[in-house]
């Protein structure tokens, strides 16, 4: 099947391998992704309306290729590894139960968005707005209050001790 170039509006993809595919100019709208391999993928100008991932494997994704003037989705039960969420504005996204290893989020809006039970493990964040997310019983955090907003911020402890990475002290 040909995704580039393609619109697709209300389908479920379930168990497809992806990997090297390319989504070049398609559009994706009010679909979920089940179960599938969406690895090395060509995002050029993609548009996600309303998109759901559910137990899908996410590898070197650069979401900041995507239309950032459509961009709505949300993943659950994911791993997502060495992906760029990097400037784009991605206000109430939901990251639920995920692994979020080595992804960056540099001057990304996540405003009022969930990190909710997630493994952050060397994701980065610069220059974002967290103002209201939520990283409840999320872990392996480290944020920069310094270097990103994080008022009305939701943590848990004793995860929440990744805010003082940055000011090199030591907690006994």
């Keep these: 099947m040909e995704y580039q170039n393609s619109e697709f509006e209300s389908k479920t993809f379930k168990e497809i391998n992806f990997t090297d595919e390319s989504f070049k100019n398609s559009n994706f709208t009010d679909c979920t ?18 998109t759901t991932f559910k137990n899908c494997k996410i590898l070197g994704l650069n979401f900041s290729k995507c239309n ?5 989705f949300n993943f659950i039960d994911c791993i997502i590894s060495m992906s760029i969420f990097s400037d784009l504005n991605l206000k109430g996204i939901q990251f639920k139960n995920c692994k979020l290893n080595e992804c960056d989020f540099l001057k990304t809006n996540l405003t009022k968005s969930s990190f909710e039970n ?55």
């Design 33 to 50: 992704f089940q179960n599938c391999n969406l690895s090395n993928l060509n995002l050029e100008n993609t548009q996600f309306l309303n």
């Design 68 to 72: 950032e003037l459509i961009i709505s």
């Design 118 to 172: 997630s493994d952050l493990k060397n994701s980065r964040f610069s220059q974002s707005n967290l103002s209201y997310a939520s990283f409840k019983n999320a872990k392996n955090y480290s944020i920069n209050p310094n270097n990103n907003t994080i008022k009305g911020t939701i943590f848990s402890i004793p995860e929440v001790i990744g805010l003082l990475d940055t000011f090199d002290i030591k907690l006994e």
